[in-house]
């Protein structure tokens, strides 16, 4: 979009004088975003207004209603622009530092340096910049306190329950099977060690993808924030709406992407693992350089899919109470069923293979009802013995580990395995557990 | 040592199973394979026993597999289906009269009755003549608004109760990737349906190659030597449908299940409540089902004949569309006025032929 020459054509639109701001008439322009050539200042000025235009609508806000808000800043060219937008929209009628639209806003940076070593500096960098600002909060939280459970600042922090990956879990069969692990490791040891559980681009990026929301989420409750600004364009949007839908995601595409949803998206941060890599070392990266190829020779693209994913809505009779332990969203009832009615891996013959295995250990429990479609996939990719974090709240774990131990004995893969009681369970998930 | 099937534990295997990564032998895959589209078949309800049942034939490798598949699970499940070779003749020389040499070859091959219809009895058009009128660009969409139009007629004719098609799991991934490109949400939500409901008149339809991938259906082939036509259509493919195809492609190769995961996103894909589609009606000229007064084949058709090609095909060439017939872009007429304000077709014999299939001499 800030190509004095694009490839594109004019298609219908009239000739105009590309010699001369198109907005002032006066200055050269700098540069042509939709067909319209403008010089910086104008630009400034025409973004802002359209920002302010947008989100004064979506909003509505009143002297009265002052929202806290929640900012979520990766230092990235969107993240970045977006400080900036909010902020001016802030200060709009309200110029002085005390008197602000806004009843807390909080600038929140992920600290990615556990994964990215490359980009420690950013941090220090982003401060500065916010702090430039007079208003905004900074607020920086490293990657790994999704491990913790509670507030990351105080002492009472408590470990996150993790869940190991057993040996018998199989993406082909459609069960997945978790022991409770209590590592006495440090938080960014473990989160290091679960990026190294896999060779599968696609994966980590999932994987930080939740880490990420769960984080920002979390984040946004503590500070008592209502509205969570991300830096989400157009074209990002697009990208992730062919990305999700890849990965088998379509169940959980509305309420991921809807604007009007109770749910959430995310921002993407600039250093990530494919960058500089090949188009095909990720599906992210594979649909980024797709859509991007495809606007630049049908400039319509990424409104068509963005606008037709708004009017897309989460299937009839899907749980929206019931969430994928790992990454929040809708889980689907019948995954393993649909799996075996599309696909058959044994003849009859040898179909007692699977029953002749040993029963499982007492501790394991079979979560695979509590796991999404494309988690499922994602789990698949990872070794086993690597411990996870549980990304929803505590409560919710330790009613689904609870609610595991009553079906217990009705497993309904029949894998043999003599499941414990829920008394045994809760014992032995004591640990982890929050008092009311 | 050579490895073992992991399914039989006996045999040597020799093909890994892209949709499962299983390393299994030539018998076993033979066994999933055909399994699997048993699967789909049953647990949907395709068929009725002594259904009359059209297969879509192109001699294409998907049509050559699933005549051959059919047949077999035909007689080892007694599904008690009559099965029938159905093929199009669009009228493409050197390409569609040497793949339907093919499909001749596997009419003695297995044994199936062939019938074989075409553009040019239909709509008094070949491909080669359209293509000669409107160039290379939008062609396809010509060949695939008749096509469709003319398996059905075909069907009819045949008294045929259903008609399977080959389409694969990638053509079907690849389907909700376009409409979800193009914008186009009625689509989007039908088109993982494995079957359409055959009301109004139309001849119920079925992929049972939803879930079955590509790479497998050429395997199969390939072991079977199933004798299939492997050409591209001389005129150029839908180059945003390439777009897609190859993105899908690349995929794959990054994460093989992502043929199913995304058939898995498009199933779960529901219209939100209060957005506007389009209604199903009838077309006033030739009563085949359409969502405007006039189906889109009579525009294309009416285009040709009028010497207006690019009727029907861009927005800017609907305008040239007299006021008379202008109603054909509006969706909320209904037919019913439509079939008393707009006579018929100024050539009245290819639109004849469309209604009674006089003209066809079978």
Avoid at chain 1, 151 to 174: C, F, H, M, Q
């Amino acid at each position: 979009m800030c190509d004095v020459n694009p490839p594109v054509s004019q298609g219908r639109l009239p000739k105009r004088n590309n010699h001369i701001c198109h907005k002032c008439n006066v200055a050269k322009p700098t540069l042509k975003s939709r067909h319209t050539y403008y010089c910086q200042p104008c630009f400034e000025v025409a973004f802002g207004n359209k920002f302010r235009a947008q989100v004064g609508k979506a909003l509505k806000l009143s002297p009265r209603r002052k929202p806290r808000v929640f900012l979520a800043l990766s230092g990235g060219t969107s993240s970045r622009a977006l400080l900036d937008l909010v902020y001016n929209f802030s200060k709009l009628d309200y110029p002085t530092a005390n008197n602000q639209k806004f009843e807390k806003f909080i600038v929140c940076h992920i600290n990615e340096s556990a994964l990215f070593p490359n980009s420690t500096g950013n941090a220090d960098i982003l401060r500065g910049m916010v702090e430039a600002y007079d208003g905004p909060t900074y607020d920086e939280v490293p990657l790994e306190s999704a491990f913790h459970v509670g507030d990351t600042e105080s002492n009472d922090s408590i470990p996150a329950p993790l869940l190991r990956i057993n040996e018998g879990s199989s993406y082909v069969d459609s069960e997945y099977l978790f022991t409770l692990s209590r590592s006495e490791e440090s938080f960014r040891a473990k989160l290091q060690a679960l990026f190294a559980a896999t060779k599968k681009l696609t994966a980590k990026e999932e994987l930080l993808a939740d880490l990420r929301t769960s984080l920002l989420l979390q984040r946004a409750r503590q500070h008592g924030c209502e509205l969570v600004f991300l830096g989400d364009t157009c074209t990002r949007l697009a990208i992730r709406v062919i990305a999700l839908t890849s990965r088998g995601r379509g169940y959980s595409l509305p309420v991921e992407l809807g604007d009007g949803s109770q749910w959430f998206k995310e921002v993407v941060t600039p250093p990530s693992f494919t960058t500089g890599l090949p188009v095909k070392a990720s599906i992210d990266r594979l649909t980024e350089d797709f859509i991007v190829g495809l606007d630049r020779d049908f400039p319509s693209t990424t409104s068509a899919v963005t606008r037709t994913a708004a009017k897309l809505t989460p299937r009839d009779g899907l749980d929206l109470r019931k969430q994928c332990l790992l990454c929040l969203m809708p889980v689907e009832t019948d995954i393993p069923q649909w799996k075996s009615d599309i696909t058959v891996r044994t003849n009859t013959d040898s179909q007692s293979t699977k029953d002749a295995q040993g029963p499982s250990s007492p501790s394991t429990l079979n979560l695979t009802s509590h796991l999404c479609y494309a988690c499922q996939n994602t789990l698949s990719e990872l070794a086993p013995g690597v411990d996870l974090p549980t990304l929803v709240p505590p409560t919710y774990f330790e009613e689904t580990i609870a609610g595991l131990g009553q079906l217990g004995l009705t497993e309904e893969h029949g894998t043999g395995g003599a499941l414990m009681s829920s008394e045994a369970m809760k014992a032995s998930i004591q640990d982890f557990l929050l008092d009311d | 040592m050579a490895r073992l099937c992991e399914i039989c534990h006996r045999e040597k295997a020799v093909l890994k199973r892209p949709k499962t990564l299983q390393s299994i032998c030539r018998p076993c895959f033979y066994q999933v394979f055909e399994t699997e589209i048993h699967h789909t078949i049953t647990k949907n309800r395709l068929f009725q026993p002594g259904d009359r049942v059209a297969i879509g034939a192109s001699g294409g490798k998907d049509s050559t597999v699933l005549a051959y598949v059919l047949k077999t699970l035909n007689e080892r499940y007694q599904y008690g289906l009559h099965l029938f070779l159905l093929s199009i003749d669009e009228g493409i020389t050197g390409y569609r009269d040497d793949s339907l040499e093919t499909v001749k070859r596997n009419q003695l091959q297995y044994d199936l009755p062939l019938k074989i219809v075409s553009y040019e009895e239909l709509y008094a058009w070949t491909m080669d003549a359209i293509v000669r009128e409107v160039g290379l660009k939008n062609n396809c969409t010509f060949c695939g608004v008749f096509r469709r139009q003319a398996l059905d007629r075909g069907a009819m004719l045949l008294g045929a109760t259903h008609i399977v098609t080959g389409h694969n799991a990638d053509d079907i991934a690849e389907t909700v990737l376009m409409n979800l490109l193009r914008g186009d949400v009625a689509r989007l939500q039908r088109c993982t349906e494995i079957a359409t409901p055959g009301e109004d008149g139309c001849v119920p339809r079925s992929k049972p190659f939803k879930y079955t991938y590509e790479k497998e259906i050429v395997m199969y082939a390939y072991f079977k030597k199933l004798d299939y036509f492997s050409t591209e259509c001389i005129y150029s493919p839908n180059a945003y449908r390439g777009y897609a195809r190859a993105f899908l492609k690349d995929l794959e190769s990054i994460r093989p299940s992502s043929i199913i995961d995304i058939i898995h996103s498009g199933e779960a894909f529901q219209v939100r409540r209060g957005v506007k589609m389009p209604t199903q009606g009838f077309c006033s000229r030739c009563g085949y089902i359409s969502s405007n007064p006039l189906c889109k084949a009579c525009v294309l058709l009416e285009g040709l004949n009028r010497g207006l090609p690019k009727l029907g095909v861009s927005r800017a060439g609907l305008q040239q569309l007299d006021p008379q017939l202008g109603p054909a872009a509006d969706p909320n007429s209904p037919p019913t006025t439509a079939a008393k304000e707009y006579p018929s077709s100024s050539d009245p014999s290819a639109a004849a032929a469309v209604r009674t299939g006089k003209s066809l001499d079978w």
